[in-house]
């Protein structure tokens, strides 16, 4: 699977949109791209899950471009409550590979 | 529906003790997972379960064992604690959404290990 490089950590503050980029250089045809969103003191929890263009849901927007090397998180508006670790994962839509390895994840702070 | 539970919550071990961590998940899925968390870290995979009756290593497995009890329960053992496996322990399952695969978190177990 394609290896993931995102920042380690990201300031902003508060009614901000924020952007957390994730680079993906070598993803295969067959790999989609998940965020998942770790609150303090708290498991993981999935956020967004996309494959290429653009997929919005309640809670964020997913930017693919069409060579799919890097994808945006989009936060809009921030809150106190969006401070959190934001990880970015490639997989398999093919295959079930079940060896579900997590980066260091992008900690972000959102100031008052 | 209570998704993927884990027990106990918090522990306190003394170095050389041994002991268990209980996971169980009502959403019948396939796959588990364990990892932990150190202060400040990301997650690292520990032990993972693709199906029932199966268990292969993670990033981190030494002086861990799983055991894939059935569908529901996969637990985590520490035969001989140590200090440096004070941590959160996570465990998860996976299911097959839309697109791909989402996974699922437990609360976790703070383990503390003196």
């Known amino acids: 699977l394609a290896k993931t490089t995102q920042p380690i950590s990201m300031d902003s503050y508060e009614g901000q949109e924020v952007n957390i980029t994730c680079s993906h250089n070598?993803?295969?045809?067959?790999?989609?791209i998940t965020w998942y969103q770790q609150f303090p003191s708290q498991g993981p929890r999935f956020i967004i899950q996309?494959?290429?263009t653009k997929v919005t849901n309640e809670v964020a927007s997913l930017f693919i471009p069409a060579d799919r090397k890097s994808s945006t998180l989009s936060l809009p508006r921030v809150s106190l409550s969006d401070t959190a670790v934001y990880y970015c994962?490639?997989?398999?839509?093919?295959?079930?590979?079940?060896?579900?390895?997590f980066g260091p994840g992008t900690s972000l702070s959102v100031i008052p | 529906n209570a998704g993927v539970t884990q027990t106990p919550k918090f522990q306190v071990l003394k170095t050389g003790q041994s002991m268990t961590l209980q996971c169980a998940q009502d959403?019948?899925?396939?796959?588990m997972y364990w990892y932990r968390q150190d202060p400040g870290m990301g997650l690292r995979l520990i032990y993972y379960?693709?199906?029932?009756?199966?268990?292969d290593k993670g990033e981190v497995p030494n002086g861990y064992n799983v055991s894939r009890l059935n569908k529901r329960e996969f637990s985590l053992r520490l035969e001989s604690a140590a200090p440096s496996q004070t941590s959160v322990y996570f465990c998860?399952?996976?299911?097959?959404?839309?697109?791909?695969?989402?996974?699922?978190f437990g609360p976790g177990t703070r383990l503390t290990v003196t």
């Open positions: 998860a399952s996976r299911r097959r959404a839309v697109l791909g695969y989402e996974q699922y």
């Open positions: 070598n993803i295969a045809t067959n790999d989609y």
């Open positions: 996309g494959y290429k």
């Open positions: 994962l490639v997989g398999d839509i093919k295959t079930s590979y079940d060896k579900v390895i």
């Open positions: 959403m019948n899925h396939n796959s």
């Open positions: 379960s693709a199906s029932e009756g199966t268990t």
